[in-house]
């Protein structure tokens, strides 16, 4: 069984483009995070959804990020104009809300550098 | 609010010494607690959890044991390898899906 699919695993761009991640969660999962994670932070939660539908975006930093989830299979998490700070490595993670306390299973990540 | 405090590291052991990594949790109700690995380049897995007070999570040697007196989970195992060198996450769920990850501890496992 596939699990999390990120997209692309590494991303090296210049200040001021348009940087869009793709998550593909697992089959039957109707829960995605979007986690950023850094040296100087750590593992930060950004957004989260439910049925594909926003439930908690208030980890993301500022309006220049943005998170979609057209449909259950893929999810978007958009940053522009991208900034050096923006460097980091995403993660995509989901799980089956049954009783609300599910394991959560990440994709290997997106490394995102910004020149 | 909801938290978790783990053990800052860096931890270095020599290969067979005992490891204990050490997480505390704060939470209103049950929640179930987790510990995460992250090899370097890679993405956290589920290590093992424990959903209820008493209950012992356990997985590839490691053990983790639900204290709900002393709001402790912490991470312990018997000899360690240097395959075992990783970034360990204790971590936190208390309901509808919200996760608290701990800061992570890196451990360095030396032949």
């Known amino acids: 069984d596939a699990g999390v699919i990120q997209s692309p695993r590494h991303e090296v761009t210049e200040m001021g483009q348009e940087v869009t991640l793709r998550c593909k969660p697992i089959?039957?999962?109707?829960?995605l995070f979007w986690y950023r994670q850094t040296m100087m932070r750590g593992l930060e939660l950004l957004i989260y959804?439910?049925?594909?539908?926003?439930?908690?975006d208030s980890g993301m930093p500022e309006d220049r990020f943005s998170a979609k989830m057209p449909n259950a299979s893929f999810s978007t998490l958009k940053i522009q104009p991208s900034e050096p700070r923006d460097s980091a490595v995403y993660f995509c993670?989901?799980?089956?809300?049954?009783?609300?306390?599910?394991?959560?299973?990440f994709g290997p990540g997106t490394r995102l550098l910004v020149l | 609010g909801d938290s978790v405090t783990q053990m800052e590291g860096p931890v270095t052991l020599s290969e067979e010494a005992f490891l204990t990594i050490n997480c505390t949790y704060t939470?209103?109700?049950?929640?179930?607690l987790f510990w995460y690995v992250q090899y370097p380049g890679e993405g956290l897995q589920l290590l093992l959890k424990?959903?209820?007070?008493?209950d012992k999570g356990s997985n590839k040697g490691f053990e983790a044991t639900y204290r709900k007196e002393t709001t402790s989970f912490h991470l312990e195992k018997g000899s360690v390898q240097v395959s075992d060198s990783a970034v360990y996450f204790c971590?936190?769920?208390?309901?509808?899906?919200?996760?608290?990850f701990g800061t992570g501890t890196s451990l360095t496992v030396i032949p």
């Open positions: 993670a989901s799980s089956l809300e049954a009783t609300g306390k599910e394991t959560q299973y």
């Open positions: 089959s039957g999962h109707n829960s």
């Open positions: 959804f439910n049925n594909n539908v926003p439930i908690d």
């Open positions: 939470a209103t109700g049950y929640p179930s």
């Open positions: 424990a959903t209820k007070a008493d």
């Open positions: 971590a936190l769920s208390p309901t509808g899906n919200q996760f608290y």
